[in-house]
């Protein structure tokens, strides 16, 4: 089945210690997204690539940093974590058409900072 | 950006039907209504989408009156194992659209 797949499914992390998490797709589909999600809020939008072009928000910390070096692979660095940072880690995609576009999210990687 | 409004949480029986508005006031033209589900520590999972009056799939129902100026997700028979976080959102292109609100907390009790 196509799926988007999240590796791993849980990170303990240092802090200040940079930290890659990674993403994969078998959708073949051209936008990707890293969303942020702390216990009791909804995701956050941290930034998406449609194809290599990449698309930061306004308020995502330069802490956060993504790479896509293909169109199934996506990672998110962490250069310097905080223990404010320690939350679920969901990558998503999406067809990047318009009109009747869905979210495909993968299981989420659950971060913690000690 | 269309911004919605869902109720915080609700509450339910096993076996009733579910009914949870978002009011969008200022949807567009062109924005879909897209309705994610989300358990503990999953991701979530998109149920149903529409642009007007009603879609059905095997999940569930989606009532959009004229004006679309809100939306009606409508879980049937609800159980036990539909308590999550369901999320509405509108848009139409990738990006920036995506932008979810709080959304609504069901718990389904016995």
């Known amino acids: 089945d196509a799926m988007v797949i999240q590796n791993p499914r849980y990170q303990v992390t240092q802090f200040g210690k940079p930290v890659t998490l990674s993403c994969s797709q078998t959708l073949n589909h051209n936008v990707m997204y890293w969303y942020q999600q702390k216990s009791s809020q909804a995701p956050k939008l941290l930034f998406h690539y449609y194809d290599k072009d990449f698309n930061n928000e306004a308020d995502t910390p330069d802490n956060f940093q993504s790479r896509r070096p293909n169109t199934s692979f996506c990672f998110l660095d962490i250069r310097s974590p905080g223990l404010g940072d320690a939350a679920m880690y969901l990558c998503?995609?999406?067809?990047?058409?318009?009109?009747?576009?869905?979210?495909?999210f993968g299981s989420g990687t659950q971060l913690s900072v000690l | 950006l269309a911004k919605t409004t869902q109720p915080i949480s609700m509450d339910s029986y096993e076996g009733q039907e579910v009914n949870i508005t978002c009011s969008h006031n200022n949807i567009a033209t062109n924005d879909y209504i897209t309705w994610y589900q989300q358990f503990p520590s999953q991701g979530p999972r998109f149920i149903i989408q529409g642009y007007k009056t009603k879609v059905t799939n095997e999940v569930a129902s989606l009532f959009i009156p004229a004006d679309r100026k809100s939306s009606t997700l409508s879980l049937p028979r609800v159980s036990l194992s539909d308590t999550a976080v369901y999320y509405c959102l509108v848009g139409v292109d990738y990006g920036q659209n995506f932008v979810f609100g709080p959304g609504t907390r069901l718990s389904v009790l016995p």
């Open positions: 998503a995609t999406s067809r990047g058409g318009a009109g009747d576009e869905k979210l495909f």
